[in-house]
């Protein structure tokens, strides 16, 4: 994302660790991060994102069932799309403007399904936090202003959320840099 601003964007994917520490950690911090929802994974724990959103978390949407959108017909992408809409509007009383297509796929189909749902960005990332370390889908290995950071769910037993993100704050911080709102800046 172009700016000048010395920040990065932590945004989580799915909805998948429940990690009450973590609630505490964007609290205490006052932690800008955006979590990109799946109904499917987040929908039996929405109480934790109501949470989340109660200490200034963003919820965003990332599908009802974390499809593959490329090369799915229309109807099928704005089922997805709208439906996780709807479902956040219930839950919660908003209708996300950001939108995160699973695995980073998609297509133009998507991007006219999504604005058809209200959706006005569509979000990716150049860096992505695993259980240990940073990895990047391209340019240099060094994070940069404006670099969306995709924090990983973690699947096996190693770190926790709270530990993986405290980890990445340190690497954020060694490199000049502090963590803006993406909602903010798009």
Not at 28 to 33: A, H, K, N, T
Not at 135 to 141: A, E, I, R
Request: with cysteine.
């Amino acid at each position: 994302m172009p700016t000048r601003d010395k920040v990065v964007f932590l945004t989580y994917d799915d909805g998948a660790e429940r990690d009450p520490r973590f609630v505490d950690m964007v609290r205490e911090l006052r932690l800008p991060v955006s979590m990109f929802l799946t109904d499917s994974v987040a929908g039996p724990g929405y109480a934790h994102f109501a949470r989340l959103r109660s200490v200034g978390a963003g919820l965003q949407n990332h599908t009802l069932d974390h499809a593959a959108l490329r090369g799915l017909p229309y109807a099928g992408q704005r089922a997805e799309i709208c439906g996780q809409q709807n479902k956040l509007k219930s839950r919660f009383g908003l209708r996300p403007r950001l939108f995160r297509p699973p695995y980073g796929a998609y297509d133009t189909t998507t991007l006219r399904a999504a604005a058809d749902c209200g959706i006005t960005a569509v979000v990716l990332w150049r860096a992505s936090m695993g259980p240990t370390d940073l990895t990047y889908t391209h340019g240099s290995h060094r994070l940069r202003p404006g670099d969306i950071v995709a924090v990983d769910p973690d699947e096996t037993s190693g770190p926790t959320l709270r530990e993986r993100t405290a980890r990445l704050l340190r690497q954020i911080q060694r490199q000049g840099l502090t963590v803006g709102r993406l909602e903010n800046y798009l």
